[in-house]
């Protein structure tokens, strides 16, 4: 079946510009993460969402970070006057969440954005 | 401190060879564990989760020490297919919390 797609898959952009990333999770999967992975890391935990609401935004790295879901299925990842440090691949993920301790992630293919 | 530490490597090993990664984690009260695959510029696939009885999947075998809050992935008969980065993955009340992964090389 279809996995959780993601798109661009490449943005180039420029200092200071706003940029949307689209994140299509898997069908009937309730639960939708957004990460951030730079390289040589592990993604790191950007924001979590339950159904349409942002169960967990811990992770934005300040207010120019902006995700939303307003009908449950597809998120948006919005970014504000992006600087050279937002340089990253973008992953989304989903997963069912029918229980806390089995739950799995299901990854996209990450959006690479680079900031000029 | 990190949530999630893993040695990066690289582990170069012929194949045929048994390799071992750990991981460690330091919140008690994680609640489950997994190991990803990711291969260069590809996202992260689930390779297993992790059981606190321990668990095999073909050539793989996990394990979860609680007590030491540690985690192992064992890969036996080493293929180079499974060259890759695996990351040890934590999962702290839906936070899932990554390490920055162990490079594996398997050299004919």
């Known amino acids: 079946g279809a996995g959780v797609s993601q798109t661009p898959s490449n943005k180039v952009t420029e200092k200071g510009k706003y940029v949307e990333l689209r994140c299509d999770p898997i069908?009937?999967?309730?639960?939708l993460y957004w990460y951030r992975q730079s390289l040589g890391q592990g993604p790191e935990f950007l924001i979590y969402f339950q159904g349409t609401g942002a169960a967990d935004d811990s992770g934005l790295p300040n207010d120019r970070f902006f995700a939303v879901r307003p009908e449950g299925s597809v998120s948006t990842l919005k970014i504000q006057r992006t600087e050279r440090g937002d340089s990253a691949v973008y992953l989304c993920a989903s997963s069912q969440r029918v229980s806390s301790t089995t739950d799995t992630q299901y990854f996209g293919p990450g959006t690479r954005l680079t900031v000029l | 401190r990190k949530e999630v530490e893993q040695d990066p490597g690289p582990f170069n090993v012929p194949e045929g060879a048994t390799v071992a990664f750990n991981c460690t984690y330091s919140n008690s009260a994680s609640q489950s564990f997994f190991w990803y695959r990711q291969d260069c510029r590809k996202e992260p696939k689930l390779l297993m989760s992790v059981y606190s009885s321990g668990n095999e999947d073909g050539r793989f075998t996990a394990q979860l020490n609680r007590a030491s809050q540690y985690i192992s992935l064992l890969i036996r008969d080493s293929k180079l297919s499974d060259s890759a980065t695996y990351l040890c993955v934590v999962n702290d009340f839906n936070k899932f919390y990554f390490g920055s992964g162990t490079k594996l090389n398997v050299k004919p």
């Open positions: 069908s009937g999967h309730t639960a």
